[in-house]
């Protein structure tokens, strides 16, 4: 079919992205494309085909599939197709079919790069990659090992205290680290001398050993500079060692901090770390939209919001928790108060309610039931005042079932391990999330790593479980559109919670189930199953895909936030421009396709 040059540059003209480009640029575009004509049933590329370039859909309709032949899209007039190949090295991703008789427009390779260069719109349109984070120096998104002080001073414990005196005023540093055989035994900081030396009027030949801080609070070098502070303001330290494998790295102190100050979601955790009830609390964890609709603007990426965000959940917890033993006198055994959901994955937004549990040690007893349970409830309460509403499944703390000695989790883990029906599965969904909080952290080390290994070890547990992940889909529809909810107080919206997030979250679970990942974050989990779980490639799309749908959430519950509106997960397709929803859509399809792999058993291996 002959095409006039003409008609060529009026139809790219109603076509994004071209429809930016200066008519001088247009003129000197068309003559470049080809004109194809295609027979319905034709392949125009295959899976793994060396593209000739990127197509256009003049008139006509072509069936995407992907790597399982499952169609992913159905495209007609204006849809450009054979991008993500072309940028990931110039082999199809995808294969392609015209269902009817169908024109395309080709532009060659060669063109399109040019064209990629030379257009920065161009460039942003097609290229679906998340950029390279900026180099800036800022706190909340800069790792301590660049921050922190490597090689520390370090001493014996039987250094006397004017010996550690003497090695600070020499090396002009305010804290010593006390070692032996590289491991860390404490610190000795100028406080430490001040309080608990010189005004106890203690002889200068003491050893730092009986006035040093014993077991310090450290962190991995992996941290991000907000963990130091929000440490920091939280306990009421200025010095932090960085440990990793039980070996000293560094160390970071307050005044490392002075150039990457994140005062805002800084003085929120100060302020709950010091506040005597959960209503002192509540006003504080009100700020919390505020804050999104500040790291929002402030350009940070959704997994540094989140993890702010969940950091004062994460205080408030620890500070109830702190609270209620004050009320009802220490606890009779060892306990640790874990998160799950969210929180558990430090993917708090401005919408978020709670789920929790309790491991106490195997020493309790049923007469202890009664301390633990006002615990629970104090804590759960208090939480739901802060607006972490309770739980509508009930899984919480406060819930007995919920609330048991490590060798009944140890016996929960197995049976749903050992038949995993459905309840199993959504339980197991749930706990697989589990992190930490508050209390004893042996009482999950062991436990984590157990159930890690007997649960992948299980090939009929991990089926059910990659067939449970498989239950939340991609809002997509055939025909180059989205599935949005057809009735109800959300009608014509997507749900950006089940249908966007939900998804990758699902599959990163499964992913860390088949590799033994430790992490609970969904980020953390797609980055270590790039390792050997699923391919570079197809972890590399799938991030690449989260971090788009994930951001968009987190602006939409911003953009309702400025309008004075309760932030939720719906969003209309048609509060985004053009250029926002392809790339929404897109990113839809990768997920959709890594969900295809994974219940094809092949986890985009190959």
Known sequence: MPISEIELIRFLSSVHPYDSLEQAR????APRFQVLSVQAGHQIYGLEDEL???YLVHHGEVEVSDANGMAVSILGPRNSFGERGLIRGGRAVTSAVATLETVLLLLPRAAFDALMLAEPKVARFFDRRRPEPQSQNRLTTTRVESIMAANPVTCSAGLTCQGAAQLMRDHCISSVCITEDDGLLGILTTRDLTEKHLAQGLPLSTPVSQVMTRDPLTLPPSAIGSDVLHAMM?????HIPIVQNGELLGIITQTDLTRFQAVSSAELVAA???????????????????????????GNRHEVVTRLITDIADTATRRLLSLAEAKLGPAPVPYLWLACGSQGRQEQTGVSDQDNCLILSDQAQPAHD???????QFVCDGLNTCGYVHCPGDMMASNPRWRQPLRIWRE????????PGPEAQMLASVMFDLRPIGGDKTLFEGLQAQVLASASANSIFTAHMTSNALKHTPPLGLLRGFATIRSGEHRNTLDMKHNGVVPVTDLGRIYALQARIKAVNTRARLEAAAAGAISPSGARDLIDAYDLIAQTRLEHQAQLVRAAQVPDNYLAPSDLSDFERSHLRDAFVVVKTMQSALGHGTSMLS
């Not at 939280?234 to 200025?238: D, P």
């Open 26 to 29: 247009l003129r000197d575009l």
């Open 52 to 54: 000739a370039g990127l």
């Open 234 to 238: 939280e306990c009421h330290i200025g």
């Open 272 to 298: 709950v770390a010091r506040a005597s009830s959960a209503k002192d609390m509540a006003r504080v964890s009100a700020e919390i939209p505020r804050l999104l609709v500040q790291l929002v603007a402030g």
């Open 370 to 376: 009664a301390y633990f349970a006002a615990l629970a």
């Open 412 to 419: 929960y883990f197995a049976g749903w391990i050992r038949k």
